[in-house]
C-alpha cells in the first residue's frame, strides 16, 4: 500500500520545485540558527541568497560525523532545547556519542515516514506488529513504534533480545509483522526450527521490516523461505532522522527514499565531486524539513547508486541500491556501530601505549561475533595467570560498556597482527553478506 | 632469591620447541621451568643459567618476556617437608602465588621454586626457621 501518493508518486519536476522551495528555507534556518553552519559557509564566502534551488545544493559545504560531534551534544541544535521533544544518540568515531533533538515537528515528520515505510512492507491499520528493534537511545525501536502506531497497527514494544520471550508472543499474541534486525530475524528463525515450531503453521507472521545493519539478496531469500514472510530492507540513520529515510516497496528492488524531506546526492568519496545518475559513490543527505538538527549535506559514508526512473509500484520517490559497503570503517556488528578507533581508545586506556589489535568479525548460527585480538605487551604481561586474566577481563567489560557489545578477547604475542604498509589493518570481517 | 623468567605463550602448536630453540641456539641452559595454561594462552616461568642473555635473545626474537625474583627453596625430601615450609609462610601471612620443582633433584632434598607476594618477609620468615634457600651462584656451583 502507498500511504501517502501525494509525496511519494509525485510528479518529477514538481518534487525538484517543491525540494528546491524546501532547500533555500533550510539553509536560511541553518544559517541564522546553527553557528558553526554560518563559520562554515561564511568560511567559503557562500550566503544564504547565492541558494536559489536544488541546482545549488553542491556549493554547499559537506557535514560529517564529527561535526556532530565536536557540537557535542546540543550545539548542532538549532531550537532552544525547550523546543526539543526528544534525544536520541548513536555511538560515535570516538567516546562520545553522536546527539539528535527533535522537536514536535520532527517526530510527527518521523512518524508519517515510518507510517510509509510500514505501509510499503505490508502492514495495515489491521497488523499485530511486534517491534523488536532496540528502545532506547538507539532510534530504531521508537521510531519503528510511532510509525507502525500512526497507521493504526496494533504495536507490540517488546524491544530487542529475549529470543524465548520474543517467540511466545509471536506465538500467543499472533503477530503479524516484526520489526528487527535482518540477522535477528534469521536467528529467530533457526530458533524457531530448533523448537519445531513450523513458521507457516504455527505462526500468523507475514512480513518482515529490517533494517540498521548490511544484508544480501541471498540472506533475504533465506529469511523469506525460512519464515515464510516478504522480507523489506529499511535505511535510516539518526544524524538524518533514523529508520524512514528509505524503504523498499513489493517490487524490491531498491529503496524508495522520502524525497520531500531529504535529498540524496551520490558523490567521489575521494574528490567530493557530485556523480552522475546511476554512478556508485557514497550518499549525502541534505534534511529539507528537520527543525531540531538540520543537516547540510550530510556524509552518511554508505555507498550506493540513485535511480530516479518511476517504480513499478506507482511510486516516483527515486531509489537507492541496497547499500554493501562503506566508504569508511565502520562496523555494524549485531545493529550497533563500530569504529575501530572506539576499541582503540579502550585499549589505550588500559594499555596505556598504541596497542596492535585485531577486530575479527564473524557470523556464526546468524549472529554477529566479535572477537578483538590484542598484542601481548610488557606493561600487560605478568607471570602471574590471575593478572594476566583480569586484563582480559577488563577490556572485555570496557568494550561491552562502550558499545554494549560482548567481545571475546584473545591476547596473541607480538608481532603476530600482521603490519602492511600504511594503514594498520585493524578489522578481519568474515562475514558473508 | 632468584631471577626468573616468564614468557608469554599463544596457546598453538609448536610455540613452545620453537622458544626452547631460540634458549638453546644461545647455549643457555633450563634450571627449572612450570607452564601455567589457560584455554587461551600459556604463561612460561624458567629459571635458566644466565637470565640477562636469555631475556635479551628472547625479546630480539620478539617475546614478551618478565624477570622475577622467586625463592628457590631447600624442601627436605620426606613426607612433611613441603608442608614444613609451607607452614612457616602461612604463618608470616606470605602468600605463595604459585610454586613448582626443579627438573633436576640434587642430594636428598627437593628444590621448589616459591613466587611469594612479600619476598623479603618470606626470607626472614624461612632462615630464622632454618629452611635453606639457594642464591644463583649456588643453582650454578651445583650444575
Same mark, same amino acid.
Given at each position: 500500500m502507498i500511504w501517502n501518493k501525494t509525496y511519494e508518486c509525485m510528479d518529477r519536476d514538481k518534487m525538484t520545485s517543491l525540494q528546491s522551495e524546501r532547500l533555500v528555507k533550510l539553509v536560511n534556518y541553518s544559517y541564522e540558527n546553527v553557528p558553526y553552519y554560518k563559520k562554515k559557509m561564511d568560511d567559503i564566502g557562500i /550566503?544564504?541568497? =547565492?541558494? /536559489? @534551488?536544488?541546482? =545549488?545544493?553542491?556549493k554547499l559545504p559537506f557535514t560529517v560525523k564529527d561535526d556532530l560531534r565536536d557540537n557535542y551534544p546540543y550545539d548542532a541544535f538549532a531550537v532552544p532545547i525547550g523546543d526539543i521533544v526528544r534525544i536520541h544518540a548513536s555511538s560515535g568515531t570516538t567516546g562520545k556519542p553522536t546527539v539528535v533533538g527533535y522537536t514536535r515537528n520532527d517526530i510527527d515528520t518521523w512518524s508519517e515516514l515510518m507510517a510509509r515505510t510500514f505501509a510499503a512492507s @505490508?502492514?495495515?491499520? =489491521?497488523s499485530i506488529v511486534q517491534i523488536a528493534y532496540g528502545y532506547g537511545?538507539?532510534?530504531?525501536g521508537l521510531g519503528a513504534h510511532y510509525g507502525a502506531e500512526k497507521i493504526g497497527a496494533s504495536v507490540i514494544p517488546i524491544s530487542g533480545g529475549n529470543t524465548k520471550k520474543q517467540i511466545t508472543v509471536l506465538q500467543d499474541f499472533g503477530s503479524h509483522a516484526i520489526a528487527c534486525t535482518p540477522s535477528y530475524a534469521l536467528f529467530l528463525s533457526e530458533v524457531l526450527e530448533e523448537m519445531g515450531i513450523d513458521p507457516r503453521k504455527d505462526l500468523n507472521l507475514k512480513y518482515g521490516i529490517f533494517g540498521a545493519e548490511p544484508w544480501s539478496h541471498e540472506m533475504r531469500a533465506q529469511i523469506e523461505q525460512k519464515l515464510g514472510i516478504r522480507a523489506t530492507d529499511i535505511y535510516g540513520l539518526s544524524e538524518i532522522i533514523g529508520p524512514g529515510v528509505a524503504t523498499e516497496c513489493e517490487i524490491q528492488d531498491g529503496l524508495h527514499i522520502t524525497e520531500d524531506h531529504f535529498v540524496p546526492e551520490i558523490i567521489n568519496p575521494e574528490t567530493g565531486d557530485v556523480l552522475s545518475e546511476g554512478s556508485e559513490g557514497e550518499l549525502v543527505f541534505t534534511t529539507l524539513? /528537520?527543525?531540531g538538527i538540520p543537516v547540510i549535506r550530510y556524509r552518511t559514508r554508505d555507498i550506493t547508486s540513485l535511480n530516479y526512473k518511476k517504480c513499478e509500484c506507482g511510486r516516483t520517490a527515486v531509489r537507492m541500491k541496497k547499500v554493501m559497503g562503506r566508504s569508511d570503517d565502520m562496523l555494524i556488528i549485531r545493529g550497533v556501530n563500530v569504529f575501530p578507533t572506539q576499541i582503540e581508545s579502550v585499549l589505550v586506556s588500559i594499555t596505556e601505549i598504541e596497542p596492535h589489535y585485531l577486530l575479527v568479525v564473524d557470523r556464526v548460527n546468524n549472529l554477529d561475533t566479535l572477537e578483538i585480538w590484542v598484542e601481548m605487551s610488557d606493561n600487560l604481561f605478568s607471570d602471574e595467570v590471575r593478572r594476566v586474566e583480569q586484563v582480559r577481563a577488563k577490556i572485555k567489560d570496557e568494550v561491552q560498556s562502550l558499545l554494549g557489545l560482548t567481545a571475546k578477547i584473545k591476547l596473541v604475542e607480538p608481532k603476530t597482527i600482521e603490519r602492511s604498509t600504511g /594503514?594498520?589493518?585493524?578489522v578481519l570481517d568474515k562475514r558473508k553478506i | 632469591m632468584v631471577n626468573q623468567l616468564s614468557v608469554f605463550l599463544e596457546n598453538s602448536k609448536g610455540r613452545l620447541s620453537q622458544m626452547a630453540r631460540v634458549l638453546s641456539d644461545s647455549d643457555i641452559d633450563l634450571l627449572a621451568l612450570s607452564i601455567a595454561d589457560t584455554t587461551n594462552f600459556g604463561i612460561l616461568r624458567m629459571i635458566v643459567n644466565d637470565d640477562k642473555a636469555a631475556v635479551k635473545v628472547l625479546k630480539e626474537h620478539g617475546y614478551t618476556v618478565n624477570l622475577n625474583e622467586v625463592l628457590v627453596v631447600v624442601v627436605p625430601d620426606h613426607p612433611g617437608g613441603l608442608s614444613g615450609v609451607l607452614d612457616v609462610l602461612a604463618d608470616a601471612d606470605v602468600s605463595v602465588e604459585y610454586l613448582y620443582s626443579f627438573v633436576s633433584k640434587p642430594k636428598e632434598s627437593a628444590l621448589i621454586v616459591f613466587k611469594v607476594d612479600d619476598v623479603p618477609l618470606a626470607i626472614k620468615e624461612l632462615q630464622s626457621k632454618q629452611v635453606s634457600m639457594l642464591s644463583m651462584d649456588d643453582l650454578i656451583k651445583s650444575l
Open positions: /550566503k544564504p541568497s =547565492d541558494i /536559489k @534551488g536544488i541546482e =545549488d545544493l553542491n @505490508g502492514v495495515t491499520k =489491521d537511545l538507539f532510534t530504531g524539513t /528537520k527543525e /594503514k594498520a589493518k585493524r | -
